[in-house]
């Protein structure tokens, strides 16, 4: 089944401490996205990939990291800097930057 | 201005109801447009996508006012399986990336 693959579904974080949330698709799609949503808000973009080895800055990239070295694959770091990381993580990718997104299960982040 | 707006809600409202949301947006350059549906505490999934000619799907209507600079979505005989948020997505064409409103909350209630 062509989808995306978000892992793990739960994560705990404990201070100072870099955690990285897992981003596979097989759609074979060039775009990928990941969201931050916060419990009530609606969807933040923290970094967006158009194409392999190259990722643009969303609107809240402090205290996160991205690759993007494989077509298929597009992990998030949630660095120590990040200092308020407790939210839902959600991966999305589409065919091209106007095409229709697909999402992942999602990643919820916790601070222990 | 935020670029993509939406009323948060909540809309209240009994089954067989008929609701409508709109979604309106600032960038009069936007080409594509989509309706999302999100489950509490799920991933948001394609409803419909909007056509400048709307397009129906049973139940849901989308259309778009470019003049206006909105999107709707309208459904009619709400089912308590519809309560969901909503949320409108834009795109800007060319390089611009896809903007999601903050999506409203509806409740159908029996």
């Known amino acids: 089944d062509g989808g995306i693959t978000q892992s793990p579904k739960y994560l705990f974080r404990k201070e100072g401490q870099n955690v990285t949330l897992s981003c596979e698709q097989n759609l074979n799609h060039d775009a990928m996205y990941w969201y931050r949503q916060d419990p009530g808000q609606g969807l933040r973009l923290i970094y967006y990939s158009q194409i392999v080895n190259d990722f643009q800055k969303g609107d809240i990239a402090e205290g996160y990291s991205v690759s993007r070295e494989k077509k298929e694959s597009f992990p998030l770091t949630v660095t120590s800097a990040q200092k308020n990381p407790t939210a839902f993580y959600l991966c999305?990718?589409?065919?091209?930057?106007?095409?229709?997104?697909?999402f992942g299960a999602g990643t919820r982040l916790s601070v222990l | 201005r935020k670029e993509v707006e939406q009323d948060p809600g909540p809309f209240n409202v009994p089954e067989g109801a008929t609701v409508a949301f709109n979604c309106t947006y600032s960038n009069s350059a936007s080409q594509s447009f989509f309706w999302y549906r999100q489950d509490c505490r799920k991933e948001p999934k394609l409803l419909m996508s909007v056509y400048s000619s709307g397009n129906e799907d049973g139940r849901f209507t989308a259309q778009l006012n470019r003049a206006s600079q909105y999107i709707s979505l309208l459904i009619r005989d709400s089912k308590l399986s519809d309560s969901a948020t909503y949320l409108c997505v834009v795109n800007g064409g060319g390089s611009y990336i896809p903007t999601f409103g903050r999506g409203t909350s509806l409740i159908v209630h029996p």
């Open positions: 999305a990718s589409s065919i091209g930057l106007q095409g229709t997104q697909y």
